[in-house]
């Protein structure tokens, strides 16, 4: 009988740098312009259709994208969705009115306000190393 834990990961490791990029607004060709001269926005894109990348290029990548490792070799949307669909219920509302929210809901968005702003200034210095070349 086979269980989750019996079954080997199906992890797609260029499909997660895919998604964190995306998720950084960082264009591929932003991309290639921090890994160096050698590499193009076509060449990301093949990246981001491996599967299995190498540990060296995943450390590079993982750097530029300010991401642990871990998150791109482990990122399985799948667990996720599957994780969130059978733990939202009729209960899970109901005890909605216990919670009491123990941080500043408005700090923690003004911190990830500083965040986006950092990340769009770090992508503005690539897209102007882009128009340099």
């Known amino acids: ?14 499909r997660n740098i895919k998604r964190f990029r995306e998720m950084l607004g960082l264009k591929q060709d932003a991309l290639a312009i921090a890994l160096g001269e050698e590499w193009s926005q076509k ?14 290029l995943l450390n590079q990548i993982a750097e530029i994208l300010k991401v642990p490792v871990e998150a791109i070799k482990n990122l399985d949307d ?39 702003k950092q990340l769009h200034s770090e992508m503005k210095r690539l897209y102007e190393r882009l128009l340099e070349k």
């Open 78 to 116: 799948s667990k996720a969705v599957n994780i969130i669909a059978n733990t939202f219920n009729d209960e899970a509302v109901a005890y909605s009115q216990y919670y009491k929210c123990t941080f500043n809901p408005m700090e923690k968005w003004l911190e990830s306000l500083v965040e986006i």
């Open 43 to 56: 060449r990301v894109s093949l990246l981001e259709q491996k599967e299995v990348i190498e540990d060296g």
């Open 1 to 14: 009988m086979n269980t989750t834990t019996d079954m080997p990961k199906n992890i797609h490791q260029g």
